[in-house]
């Protein structure tokens, strides 16, 4: 029995560190362009002697930079931080699955270490449908598509591994 969750623990573990691991490259070679503060910027230069110009430059460069901030601050959010997190929290649970094994109750352990192991496909199932979503946000960088794909792929092939791992488990009691 324990040997089916260490099993799982150490799927779970290759998986985060690889899924981690693209998310972050995926981002890293996502080609950013501060589209808003270079048209502005664009729009100032070729106004410099109309009259508003002052104006634009005065509101508009601030603003575009905020566009292109919080452009930035969300795909890094979804990229990194939201992954990441759901990542250490399914290794936690897979951790104190294995945990639970040491108890002396058969039953209760079994049931526990089930509970667990199911809300961590659970949450690496949100994980494929965030990466999913970054997909569908980087549709321009084509390597970032690349390596979510496969950060994709890895996580599917991960949830597949854990539930056959629990199958075959059951078929083992």
Partial sequence: ???????????????????????????????????????????????????????????????????????????????????????????????????VQIGKEKKAKDITSKILTITAICLKSLLCLILILGILLLYKSILSIILLIVALTIGIISIVKTINLLKHKKSQV
């Fill in 1 to 99: 029995m324990k040997k089916t969750y260490t099993n799982i623990l150490s799927t779970a573990i290759v998986s985060a560190i690889i899924i981690a691991l693209l998310c972050y490259l995926s981002m890293e070679f996502y080609n950013f362009k501060w589209n808003a503060t270079d048209q502005i910027i664009d729009s100032v230069a070729n106004m410099s002697e109309s009259p508003g110009s002052g104006e634009l430059a005065l509101i508009g460069i601030p603003l575009a930079i905020f566009v292109d901030l919080s452009t930035v601050i969300a795909l890094g959010f979804i990229l990194i931080l939201l992954p990441w997190s759901i990542l250490i929290i399914e290794i936690l649970l897979q951790g104190i699955s294995c945990l």
